[in-house]
């Protein structure tokens, strides 16, 4: 199971990094585009879109990551201050409620993106299925339940931040 969540991690992280060069990219040669042959700007203004739909994913893709890093919201001045079998509770029952929510809003989501694929909703620049910005959400908090459920059976503590999850200084 350890193994399942580092390589997960492994995987997003190269997904994530790609993303975020593919918009710097972009956005980049789109610039240089408006800048050196304006006549072309009409070319590319696809590539706000793109960027956009491509934000929405690289957020929903980290809310695993971040969770397994320790990175998320916690309540650690309530929680220190308990006996070492209370905050082993507390936490298995935060994992257990938060894979139960979830799944749940996977669940919506993939509701959501059911509906729009048969409204036949495309995006104006890029001509694509709306359906494929509304994915991001049951997909990122499938990622998400799952980190849940891995930390809730033992195979990491998302409690202790990883030597990964470092700020910079």
């Given at each position: 199971?350890?193994?399942?969540?580092?390589?997960?991690?492994?995987?997003?992280?190269?997904?994530?990094?790609?993303?975020m060069?593919?918009m710097?990219?972009?956005y980049?040669?789109s610039?240089?585009?408006?800048?050196?042959?304006?006549?072309?700007?009409?070319?590319?203004?696809?590539?706000?879109e793109?960027?956009r739909?491509?934000?929405v994913?690289?957020?929903?893709?980290?809310?695993g990551?971040?969770?397994?890093?320790g990175?998320?919201?916690?309540?650690?001045?309530?929680?220190?201050p308990?006996?070492?079998?209370?905050?082993?509770?507390?936490?298995?029952?935060i994992?257990l409620?938060?894979?139960?929510?979830c799944?749940?809003?996977?669940w919506?989501?993939?509701?959501?993106?059911?509906?729009v694929?048969?409204?036949?909703?495309?995006?104006?620049?890029l001509?694509i299925?709306?359906?494929?910005?509304?994915?991001?959400?049951?997909v990122?908090?499938?990622?998400?339940?799952?980190?849940?459920?891995?930390?809730?059976?033992?195979a990491?503590?998302?409690?202790?931040?990883?030597?990964?999850?470092?700020?910079?200084?």
């Amino acid at each position: 199971m350890r193994q399942l969540g580092t390589l997960l991690e492994k995987i997003e992280e190269l997904l994530l990094a790609t993303i975020m060069l593919g918009m710097v990219a972009l956005y980049a040669s789109s610039i240089v585009i408006r800048e050196v042959v304006p006549t072309l700007s009409r070319n590319v203004a696809w590539v706000d879109e793109a960027t956009r739909y491509l934000m929405v994913w690289m957020v929903f893709l980290a809310l695993g990551i971040a969770l397994q890093r320790g990175r998320q919201i916690a309540m650690t001045s309530f929680i220190e201050p308990l006996p070492e079998a209370i905050r082993i509770l507390i936490g298995r029952v935060i994992d257990l409620v938060g894979l139960i929510f979830c799944l749940y809003i996977a669940w919506v989501g993939a509701s959501m993106v059911g509906k729009v694929a048969a409204s036949g909703q495309h995006s104006p620049t890029l001509g694509i299925s709306a359906a494929w910005l509304y994915m991001a959400l049951p997909v990122g908090f499938l990622l998400l339940a799952l980190r849940y459920g891995l930390s809730l059976v033992g195979a990491f503590d998302r409690r202790v931040v990883t030597e990964n999850s470092e700020l910079p200084q």
